[in-house]
């Protein structure tokens, strides 16, 4: 059985700062991309950043030059370190993984979600 448990969500100024956390648990393999989702009430889940198991990088242009993704593969996490939050980023935050679990079966997993909200 495989988690992504998530941390790190919560209310903050417009300008400021958050740090999410993702952490995989369980019988774990080997883990592909991990990336983070986000999800605003009325509006569909968009992509925010992923990263490849080297290290490859990609965001959403409404995020870039503002969110940094990140791994430690020896800790099975991802991290998403949000600066320059604008009202717009506020949304349920989703952590991702494409994981291969001990049955060497990959699939998809998501995290339960964490609430950011960036107030004006």
């Known amino acids: 059985q495989v988690q992504l448990v998530e941390s790190g969500g919560g209310l903050v100024q417009a300008g400021g700062s958050l740090r999410l956390f993702c952490a995989a648990s369980g019988s774990i393999f080997s883990i592909n991309a991990m990336g983070w989702y986000r999800q605003a009430p009325g509006k569909q889940r968009e992509l925010v950043a992923r990263?490849?198991?080297?290290?490859?990088?990609n965001y959403a242009d409404s995020v870039k030059g503002r969110f940094t993704i990140s791994r430690e593969n020896a800790k099975n996490t991802v991290y998403l370190q949000m600066n320059s939050l604008k009202p717009e980023d506020t949304a349920v935050y989703y952590c991702?993984?494409?994981?291969?679990?001990?049955?060497?079966?990959?699939?998809?997993?998501w995290g339960q979600g964490t609430q950011v909200t960036v107030s004006s």
């Open positions: 990263i490849s198991s080297a290290g490859t990088t």
């Open positions: 991702a993984a494409r994981i291969t679990d001990l049955l060497t079966i990959p699939k998809d997993y």
